[in-house]
């Protein structure tokens, strides 16, 4: 399985924008980029995915590196909601398959200052 | 929204027990999955289905079994409990491979 790299944790104030990155230098060509975060005591939450191009939802966008090498999830502002761990992931769409399993990293801790 | 409910939050066994973790979604997914989760070792894929009566095993499936009879209902088992099998276990559901997953809330398990 592909392998993605984030920062251990990150910090922000509430209210400003938080840029997350992350680095998959081996991202194959079918691979889809998720990210998901997970609140304490609480299971993993879907954010936002991509394939190329930049993505946008109502809880972040997705920058996505013209190479594909790397990807920025972008809060646009912080609240003290967003506190939690945030995963980038890999998941591959090859061999015609559905399930496309993910596999998860460490991720990064962010937390929130008021 | 898919909803991904997982039969128990919390849950004590004893040593040697069968013990059954269900999970049920309600959007007509084809995939499902079951992980655990370990301080220090992440989320970790135990086993997962694409089909009904399929299965597929994940990166740690020693120690536990499943079973999909229906779409919706995906049944981790642990066949002897072991205190090693004291974890959070989280069920998650998917459709397309260019859709997200959805996650139940978790059952925390601890084998006595």
């Known amino acids: 399985d592909a392998k993605t790299t984030q920062p251990n944790s990150m910090e922000s104030n509430e209210e400003e924008p938080v840029h997350l990155p992350c680095n998959h230098s081996?991202?194959?060509?079918?691979?889809?980029i998720h990210w998901y975060r997970q609140l304490p005591s609480q299971g993993p939450e879907y954010v936002i995915h991509?394939?190329?191009s930049n993505v946008n939802n109502r809880m972040a966008s997705l920058a996505i590196a013209e190479d594909r090498k790397s990807s920025t999830l972008i809060l646009h502002r912080a609240t003290l909601r967003d506190a939690a761990v945030y995963y980038c992931?890999?998941?591959?769409?090859?061999?015609?398959?559905?399930?496309?399993?993910?596999?998860f990293g460490q991720g990064t801790i962010l937390t929130v200052h008021p | 929204d898919v909803k991904v409910t997982q039969s128990s939050r919390y849950l004590v066994k004893r040593t040697g027990e069968k013990v059954f973790l269900e999970c049920v979604q309600d959007?007509?997914?084809?995939?499902m999955f079951w992980y655990r989760q370990d301080p220090g070792l992440g989320l970790r894929l135990i086993y997962f289905?694409?089909?009904?009566?399929?299965?597929e095993k994940g990166d740690i499936p020693e120690g536990y079994s499943v079973s999909r009879e229906k779409k919706e209902r995906f049944s981790l088992i642990l066949e002897s409990a072991s205190t090693n099998q004291t974890s959070m276990y989280l069920c998650a559901s998917s459709d397309r491979v260019d859709r997200g997953y959805t996650f139940g809330s978790g059952t925390r398990l601890t084998v006595v």
């Open positions: 289905s694409y089909d009904v009566k399929m299965k």
């Open positions: 991509g394939l190329t």
């Open positions: 959007m007509d997914h084809e995939n």
């Open positions: 081996t991202i194959s060509g079918t691979d889809y």
């Open positions: 992931i890999l998941r591959d769409r090859a061999g015609g398959t559905s399930y496309g399993k993910l596999t």
